[in-house]
């Protein structure tokens, strides 16, 4: 069984976690500072940020990134090179969950737009970054909500008959078609950086915060004894990020009953974020409405 103590010394590394001011995001990049990463945070808010880094152990950086906008993202990226030289790790774990019909900066959905596009392009601006380190690794958090991702509400400019729910789906379910295609793109690039995804499981943090009153009661009643502690959700991120018999295109979560809790394993992703089609055309759409294009190979035999 795989436990935080399975984690190496991390020494001399990066490691870049959005959103870690709280929930999974917190508790991972709490677990890559106590093993000696550098972790910069990536923060929307400023003073979240440094409320953060004060309550970390080890080196602890703040980076100013706001997803909701591709300039922003953009702005970050440039701060970051300016700042580091690499990046040994990436984990894209920032997210939004029952929003209101609303859209991003960039008149995107605004789920969509932050939870997959604002990573996407984030993604392929430190690429580089990443490509100088000896063993680069990208982790993209999805959600056991991914298999229940519609691949008809992946076009995140159509608000028609906008539902929270639907939309949250097809965000998870982006952010593992975008972790397999960079997988099978790095691969065929010959990178020695990989990409991976993973989901927390039944995970008690802040993103429930805008849900109904009734979920809410419902989650802090029943749903306890289906869920897990934010920082036990976290293991399935940080093995996906640590293990080092893990390799490009595997997918960790939970090893429990319906993966809602337990020791991370190795997890078969839904059938409907495999399909070569689907991962292409979704990156294709990712590119042009982020304008942000990666230096990788194709091939098209999927």
Avoid at 157 to 186: C, I, M, V, W
Avoid at 198 to 221: E, I, K, M
Avoid at 277 to 285: D, E, N, P, Q, V
């Amino acid at each position: 069984m795989w436990t935080a103590r399975d984690i190496p010394r991390l020494d001399g590394t990066t490691a870049l976690v959005t959103g870690a001011t709280a929930g999974i995001g917190l508790e991972t990049a709490k677990v890559l500072s106590a093993q000696g990463a550098h972790v910069v945070i990536g923060a929307r808010n400023a003073a979240s940020g440094a409320d953060a880094a004060r309550a970390l152990p080890g080196r602890i950086s703040v980076l100013k990134l706001e997803l909701a906008s591709l300039e922003a993202v953009r702005q970050a990226a440039g701060d970051l090179h300016e700042r580091f030289e690499r990046l040994d790790l990436l984990i894209n774990n920032a997210g939004l969950w029952w929003q209101p019909a609303r859209r991003t900066t960039d008149g995107f959905e605004s789920q969509m737009g932050v939870n997959h596009l604002g990573h996407f392009a984030l993604t392929g601006l430190l690429l580089d970054m990443l490509e100088r380190s000896p063993a680069g690794r990208i982790v993209t958090v999805s959600s056991k909500a991914a298999a229940a991702g519609s691949v008809t509400h992946l076009d995140p400019r159509n608000l028609d008959g906008y539902r929270p729910t639907t939309a949250y789906n097809a965000s998870k379910l982006a952010n593992l078609l975008f972790a397999f295609e960079l997988q099978h793109r790095l691969a065929a690039s010959a990178s020695s950086t990989i990409s991976l995804a993973a989901h927390p499981g039944g995970a008690r943090t802040s993103l429930f915060r805008d849900a109904s009153p009734g979920f809410r009661v419902a989650n802090a009643t029943i749903g306890r004894l289906f869920t897990q502690p934010a920082h036990a959700g976290a293991l399935s991120v940080l093995r996906a990020a640590t293990d080092s018999q893990a390799v490009g295109g595997e997918y960790y979560g939970p090893g429990g009953p319906g993966q809602f809790r337990g020791a991370p394993k190795r997890q078969r992703a839904p059938e409907r974020a495999c399909d070569p089609a689907t991962r292409r055309r979704l990156w294709a759409m990712s590119e042009e409405m982020t304008g942000v294009t990666y230096p990788l190979r194709t091939d098209a035999a999927h």
